[in-house]
């Protein structure tokens, strides 16, 4: 059985230039962020969304200004660690969910509209299935927060369904969200005659409670309740340097699922991911007992190296043969260059 995990790398490097439009995509307007640039807005494109949460204003500069090396995630965790015994860092990090909610299901409308709704990961897919010849499930795992992939699956048929019934989308493709998704919401235990929007939720970070009730949110820039009229909050983790089994974001059956399937798993392909996941990588540790065959696509040679040699080391064992892409041009080459085909036919 396959498994494809894709990273933010993916996302930022989901479609090339566009010949005729230059540096409107790439990468000044709304090409998909890594990690480090998700605050950072260099075009202003983002701006109107930073308004929107005047909380976000109060740790902006330390996203945006941070020393060398030290990297997004290092700092959210650090905020994050504050909010122990500091209110107000909550309802600070709660705008920046709501920030990384409207600004990831932004970029990809406007992106999925500067490259006409091209981008790499149809293609992937496609090969995926042609050379499935045995049908056999395929699990896709990504830590992204956009919809790029989902958007790529519905043109092979796949139905989004409500987060409870995910698996039910599609016959073959099963998609995993660790992290949680631009278009899923939560909802907020409230009176049943109490209604409270966004900046109200916001206020009451420290006090509002969660249920375990997964929703599929439609549009949600537009949405703070549901059609019955329940208040939604958004399913979204912070990206956290030493990410653990809190930080996953989906219903909990996705991960009795994920965990199902796992010792099946004999072929991993690692797309645009730095395997920095500790709590992902704790469950492979514990479940992927027959995998053989392992690929990694980074940005270049020297970074699928990294990627691994790092995640090898934490799953603790060496699959033969190791496939790597050495190719120059990261997701875009991989793809165009079909240099994918040998291994998935292996």
Request: aromatic share 8%.
């Amino acid at each position: 059985m396959l498994m494809v995990i894709f990273g933010a790398g993916a996302s930022h490097d989901s479609a090339p230039a566009h010949p005729a439009r230059g540096h409107a995509v790439d990468g000044l307007g709304w090409r998909p962020p890594l990690a480090n640039d998700l605050f950072s807005n260099p075009a202003h494109a983002f701006s109107h969304i930073v308004k929107e949460y005047p909380k976000l204003t109060h740790v902006l500069p330390y996203l945006r200004q941070r020393p060398p090396g030290k990297s997004v995630e290092e700092v959210l965790e650090l905020l994050q660690d504050e909010a122990k015994d500091y209110p107000e860092r909550l309802r600070e990090l709660a705008s920046i969910q709501y920030y990384l909610r409207d600004l990831l299901f932004e970029v990809t409308n406007q992106w999925l509209a500067q490259t006409d709704g091209v981008t790499n990961y149809a293609p992937l897919i496609g090969e995926i299935l042609r050379l499935n010849k045995t049908k056999e499930p395929v699990s896709l795992v990504t830590f992204n927060y956009d919809l790029l992939l989902d958007h790529a699956l519905e043109s092979f048929g796949y139905h989004p369904q409500a987060p409870e019934d995910q698996f039910k989308a599609h016959e073959t493709l099963k998609l995993f969200k660790p992290h949680g998704s631009v278009d899923w919401a939560r909802t907020v235990r409230l009176p049943a005659d109490v209604r409270i929007n966004r900046r109200g939720l916001i206020e009451q970070a420290d006090t509002i409670k969660l249920t375990n009730e997964f929703i599929r949110a439609g549009n949600p820039l537009s949405a703070d309740s549901d059609p019955s009229g329940r208040t939604l909050f958004p399913v979204i983790a912070i990206p956290l340097q030493n990410k653990t089994e809190e930080n996953f974001a989906c219903p909990p059956s996705h991960l009795t699922h994920l965990k199902e399937r796992l010792p099946n798993v004999t072929k991993i392909l690692i797309i645009g991911w730095q395997a920095k996941e500790a709590h992902f990588l704790e469950l492979l540790r514990a479940k992927l007992t027959n995998l053989t065959h392992l690929m990694v696509v980074g940005r270049d040679a020297t970074d699928a190296d990294s990627t691994l040699m790092y995640f090898l080391q934490q799953i603790g064992r060496t699959p033969s043969p190791l496939f790597r892409y050495t190719g120059r041009g990261g997701f875009t080459d991989f793809v165009v260059s079909r240099e994918g085909e040998a291994f998935l036919r292996a």
